[in-house]
């Protein structure tokens, strides 16, 4: 690269860090649209509604009833937020948090009122009129037609002429499909649940045969009275005739809410403030200021000028996830914080992989412009491996995962995308242009030193044995606290539910004034953690802690008293249900089952070789056991970040080990006779272990600035996450590489398969 283009591409890179920072501070207009401050933020951050509905009815509804319906309704309002959450209030109450907006009435306007959804026939089996087109003049005076019903529900019921009720409805959306005609069309589409095809086969028949519509009924109105052009019998259908998109949308949103097992009516709703408020995110940012400038110095230190060119394209890496964010619209929460942090400290993995090979190059006696483009060129392979197995399992997480799960897909697979690209484009180019404007010299890049074999693989005996005896250690703990307690881990709220009471005090309060004056006090009454939500335009705080018997809630009312002078009849108690249900246990244990296979399919196609597939698996697999263990024994909360820690401990630990296998791949390609396979192995390991303790280093530095300056949400979330983080290096060095050989020399490959 000569050197005046050099100049160039550097002015073209400091360009584009103070354009896209610009936006990440300011926005693009000057109302701050698309800066940092207009990121989507998450209930625990922004704060957001609160919808409470009650069941109609006076007895009290079933326990499945109950457990269904929150499980639609967590579907129906993922379209406002993946954060949003909904669980069960008392006997009969349903509550949702939707994260990031702040009108009430808009959110209940769209979501409607879940009721009860009829499909009723146009004439009874008798021949009796069931609604009709007709003038209906409301309150104000004005006139519209309708159609409307011509006898009661009940009557119809008794009748038969309600063919479908919206259970029997599995799914409604508005679609753009291409009619007869050949031209666009709007329509609704429907399908039927098993028995719901099997009913509305015999309606669209009837009303076929008789030359009738089939009226929707909601709410006391007409939906929709579509035509019937022919019978329907595969449980698909459309309704036509709608003028946009959004009217469509409005009477599948209708269909759908109107599947649901119980008639619910709105309660209350409110606007809830930040669980953790300003203080989280502040500090937040300083430990990821902090750990950045850390790691920055490192790099620079260990690597020079190649450190210098990785500080500048980590640097636009942090604002392009920022501008990313907004621009992907993706609802931003305190593990996703946490987690883009710590991707930072991630994203110099690519960097220290390339650095290391153009050193490996420089020692071997290459010219320096020739070793940066084999050290590029040969660093490739281990960096796509690497990255598109953690894309795989974040692919099949958003697709397949609940809504907090799919929050956290969006966040890694943002991080992975943008470490790709700032390490094999921006370091690249930088590299490139230090080099053309006078950095030609090999002392700016450093030369590998010659390191002595580690015979990893003699000792793999004593590795597995720790391993094997940490894993049934943690299993045992887990056994004693089930055994004693009922819970082998410390499930929080998030897991077990528990009561929330609402207290309105005589003044405003903080978030902050409410932790450190009153919670404390509440800990010490319930004898557990407690959550708090502050509600917007009131004096109520919400607590939520364990279960309470009727004692500790008397307890708890004679403290506010006494403390606080807050009167018994400004406090409210409701037992509430988890948040994580076991639907969304069970989605993301599927969820992650499948990308483990999807990671070992990619793994075998790619190095031929399914023995390197399982040795990941198991490696990956006994990291998230011993983080388990620690969970056990250490009784860290188990809280809803759990499961993005155990999600990023997955996407680390394949990481680092893939990086190992295919610095073996390499070298078995190059192996001399007197070479074993142990020997490979051993070098292998022993040729990307500054590589492995390096990037282990600078991740940890990161995940301990938010465990050092963080909340206490935080800290749950980064000790384990350390953890996981050593644990995944010892797994990737001590066990991967020896799992393997023992496989390979146990199972050996057919000649075709051999590598």
């Known amino acids: 690269m000569k050197k005046s283009r050099a100049i160039l591409v550097l002015v073209i890179m400091l360009i584009a860090f103070v354009g896209i920072g610009f936006i990440d501070l300011w926005g693009i207009d000057g109302k701050g649209k698309g800066s940092a401050s207009d990121i989507n933020l998450g209930l625990d ?78 004439t009874s089996a008798a021949g009796l009129k069931n609604y009709s087109w007709k003038t209906v003049t409301d309150e104000n005076g004005a006139v519209s037609y309708q159609y409307t019903l011509d006898r009661t529900l009940e009557e119809l019921e008794a009748d038969g002429s309600i063919r479908l009720v919206g259970t029997d409805v599995a799914d409604a959306k508005a679609e753009s499909m291409q009619n007869k005609m050949g031209n666009q069309e709007i329509v609704v589409s429907l399908l039927m649940t098993e028995e719901g095809k099997a009913k509305f086969a015999k309606a669209t028949t009837d009303a076929y045969t008789k030359g009738e519509t089939l009226g929707i009924y909601y709410d006391g109105q007409f939906v929709s009275v579509p035509g019937v052009n022919e019978p329907i019998t595969q449980g698909t259908a459309v309704i036509q005739g709608q003028a946009s998109f959004e009217e469509a949308e409005k009477i599948a949103s209708t269909i759908r809410i109107g599947g649901l097992k119980l008639e619910l009516e709105e309660l209350h709703s409110k606007v809830v403030g930040a669980q953790l408020g300003v203080e989280a995110i502040s500090t937040s940012l300083k430990a990821g200021l902090i750990g950045f400038i850390i790691v920055a110095i490192f790099m620079i230190a260990v690597y020079f000028i190649s450190g210098v060119a990785s500080v500048i394209a980590l640097s636009l890496y942090v604002v392009l996830v920022v501008l990313l964010l907004n621009g992907f619209a993706i609802t931003l929460t305190l593990s996703g914080i946490a987690g883009i942090i710590l991707s930072i400290g991630m994203a110099v993995d690519a960097n220290v992989i390339i650095f290391a090979r153009i050193r490996e190059e420089i020692a071997a006696g290459i010219s320096v412009r020739t070793s940066l483009k084999t050290g590029f060129d040969k660093a490739l392979s281990a960096i796509i491996d690497g990255n598109i197995t953690t894309l795989i399992a974040a692919a099949v997480l958003w697709f397949l995962g609940p809504g907090t799960v799919k929050g956290f897909a969006q966040t890694l697979a943002l991080g992975i995308g943008l470490s790709m690209f700032t390490a094999l484009v921006v370091t690249k180019l930088v590299l490139y242009a230090f080099y053309g404007i006078g ?110 018997n009727m004692e500790q809630r008397e307890a708890l009312d004679q403290m506010f008293l006494e403390k606080f002078n807050v009167p018994k009849s400004m406090i409210t ?80 630990s394949i990481n680092a080990t893939i990086v190992i296998f295919d610095r073996v791949r390499e070298n078995m390609a190059e192996m001399t006779r007197k070479e074993t396979l142990k020997d490979v192995v051993n070098k292998s390991v022993t040729q990307t272990l500054s590589r492995s303790i390096f990037t282990s280093f600078t991740t940890f530095i990161m995940v301990a600035a938010l465990y050092v300056l963080g909340v206490t949400s935080i800290r749950e979330f980064a000790l384990p996450l350390m953890v996981g983080i050593l644990c995944g290096t010892y797994s990737s060095i001590c066990i991967a590489g020896g799992l393997w050989h023992v496989l390979r020399e146990k199972f050996p490959p057919r000649p075709e398969e051999d590598i």
């Open 573 to 652: 108690s409701e037992t509430i249900s988890s948040t994580i249900s076991d639907e969304m246990k069970s989605d993301t244990l599927i969820a992650v089952t499948v990308s483990i296979i999807c990671m070992l399919l990619y793994i075998r196609i790619r190095f031929s070789d399914i023995r390197f597939g399982i040795s990941s698996v198991v490696a990956l697999l006994h990291d998230v056991l011993i983080v388990l263990a620690f969970y056990a024994v250490a009784r860290v909360s188990v809280s809803n970040t759990f499961i993005a820690c155990m999600l990023t401990i997955v996407g680390y």
């Open 45 to 122: 951050l922004a704060g957001g509604v609160s919808i409470t509905y009650q069941v109609v009815g006076e007895e009290e509804p079933d326990a499945t009833d109950m457990s269904d319906t929150i499980a639609k309704l967590q579907k129906r309002v993922e379209k406002y937020s993946t954060e949003a959450i909904v669980y069960q209030e008392g006997a009969d109450r349903i509550n949702i948090e939707i994260p990031g907006v702040s009108d009430a009435n808009q959110i209940l306007q769209e979501l409607g009122r879940p009721g009860t959804l009829y499909f009723i026939a146009e």
């Open 439 to 548: 950095f030609k010299d090999e002392k700016w890049y450093g030369v590998a030193k010659a390191r002595k074999g580690i015979d990893f693989l003699g000792k793999r005996k004593w590795f597995f044995s720790v391993s094997t005896a940490l894993v049934i250690a943690g299993f045992i703990v887990m056994g004693v606290y089930k055994a004693n307690t009922g819970d082998a881990l410390n499930f929080s709220l998030d897991f077990k539910g528990g009561t929330a009471t609402a207290v309105t005090f005589d003044k405003p309060m903080t978030l902050e004034e409410v932790t450190s004056d009153v919670v404390p006090f509440v800990e010490d009454v319930t004898g557990s953690a407690v959550q708090i939500q502050t509600v917007q335009n009131s004096n109520e705080i919400i607590f939520k802690s364990s279960s309470l």
